[in-house]
């Protein structure tokens, strides 16, 4: 495969009890030598807040699950294992989500409540309501991407400072030739509504906002759900999130070159690009227009977004390609309307890179699981047409016995 690599992402809750105990997880270090695994992707900030080491500012996840020994350094520990069967292992940084939602005060986004992001939504009578995430129950905030995480306000200086703190701390302590940033990004297109939201905002386009938050977003409940529509200050909210996130990736990517420059930094995003305006995250290289999904912008609109595209300051970035067909032709003829296949989203990645960000397919395994030769046909789609394949996730590897077929893949 020559420069091409293969990723295996180990999730923590999927893999739980692989990853607790020394033996199991050494077990799986030696299947990944074997069957020809470049990088193990291994989750080390779940969507907890909590670590996999001994971290000066975030909780041991320990704390919060019995599982794991408050006093063991499993990052530490599985690095030593790593180097001896000559595999690497990139730390996974889940970045601004600090909390589940069984309000256990361990979490980082309750004992600093005010980081929450806060959500607009309606009450299941059709009441418009901002509320934290944490204190969300009952209420419909269907305009959300990750509704059982708590995120924490990316436009927070507070929050930028503790999230880069955080990541600088892991790249000093150990002996890593890489890292990937997942969930850099807002919490759905509903996010984030509150007070240091909107006083940041009227910062941003110097005057203040006269209908909050309907001059962003207008929601209606239909039936058991919500529908969005934009205000008429919908399109520079867009470019103030999507600026916010850029600049922070900027200072992230500054401090780690600065203490180790040939660290390889990895983003995570999913496709398709022309849904991730929801998320503020424009995953694009800088000056990429998509004509097809902002045609209603002005011009100066258009080349204004186009420079909030932060692909350019990561070394790679992997795109998660989770569709269950591989080719565009399969895809065509099923009988779901406009479905993606994993051909068809790395022709879309490859056009908003523009060919200048390595990019690497992902796939979600466990959509190939009945049928393991479709597996090996979207990995090798994968090999072929991207600088390597990431497979999401060991749990499903493992539970359906696939290493047959990486194997196969890779000539082991």
């Given at each position: ?64 699950d019995t599982n794991f020994s408050k006093e063991v350094d499993y990052l530490s520990m599985y690095l030593e294992e790593a180097i001896i069967r000559n595999l690497k292992i990139y730390p996974v940084v889940n970045v601004f ?279 090996e046909k979207a990995m090798e789609m994968c090999l072929d047409n991207t600088w390597g394949c990431m497979l999401f996730d060991l749990c499903y590897i493992e539970e359906y016995k696939l290493w047959d077929v990486i194997g ?5």
């Amino acid at each position: 495969m020559g420069f091409k690599k293969v990723y295996l992402w180990v999730e923590i809750n999927a893999n739980r009890e692989r990853i607790c105990r020394k033996e199991s997880f050494s077990n799986i270090l030696d299947k990944c030598g074997t069957y020809g695994i470049d990088v193990v992707i291994l989750e080390i900030k779940n969507l907890t807040g909590g670590v996999l080491y001994q971290s000066k500012f975030a909780p041991h996840l320990g704390c919060f699950d019995t599982n794991f020994s408050k006093e063991v350094d499993y990052l530490s520990m599985y690095l030593e294992e790593a180097i001896i069967r000559n595999l690497k292992i990139y730390p996974v940084v889940n970045v601004f989500t600090e909390g589940m939602r069984d309000n256990l005060t361990y979490y980082p986004s309750f004992r600093n409540k005010y980081w929450q992001t806060w959500l607009y939504g309606v009450t299941t009578q059709g009441k418009k309501v901002i509320k934290p995430m944490g204190d969300i129950k009952d209420d419909l905030f269907d305009l959300v991407e990750d509704f059982y995480s708590i995120f924490v306000n990316p436009l927070m200086d507070e929050v930028q400072e503790y999230e880069i703190n955080l990541i600088k701390e892991i790249v000093q302590n150990y002996e890593i030739s890489g890292i990937v940033l997942d969930r850099v990004r807002f919490a759905g297109l509903s996010a984030d509504f509150g007070d240091y939201s909107k006083e940041k905002f009227e910062q941003f386009i110097g005057h203040r906002i006269k209908n909050w938050p309907e001059d962003i977003l207008k929601i209606e409940k239909m039936e058991e759900s919500i529908v969005g529509f934009p205000g008429p200050f919908f399109r520079k909210w867009q470019l103030f999130r999507a600026y916010a996130i850029k600049e922070f990736v900027r200072r992230v990517r500054e401090e780690l070159k600065s203490l180790k420059p040939d660290l390889e930094i990895v983003n995570y995003v999913n496709s398709p690009y022309s849904l991730s305006y929801k998320v503020g995250a424009n995953w694009g290289v800088e000056g990429y227009i998509d004509e097809e999904k902002i045609w209603e912008w002005s011009e100066v609109e258009k080349e204004s977004y186009a420079l909030t595209g932060y692909g350019g300051y990561f070394d790679k970035l992997i795109c998660g390609f989770y569709y269950p067909y591989v080719t565009i032709e399969e895809a065509n003829s099923s009988e779901q309307e406009k479905i993606g296949s994993v051909e068809w989203a790395i022709f879309e990645a490859k056009k908003v890179l523009h060919d200048k960000v390595p990019l690497v397919g992902g796939l979600f395994v466990k959509y190939y699981t009945d049928n393991p030769n479709k597996f090996e046909k979207a990995m090798e789609m994968c090999l072929d047409n991207t600088w390597g394949c990431m497979l999401f996730d060991l749990c499903y590897i493992e539970e359906y016995k696939l290493w047959d077929v990486i194997g196969k893949v890779l000539g082991r």
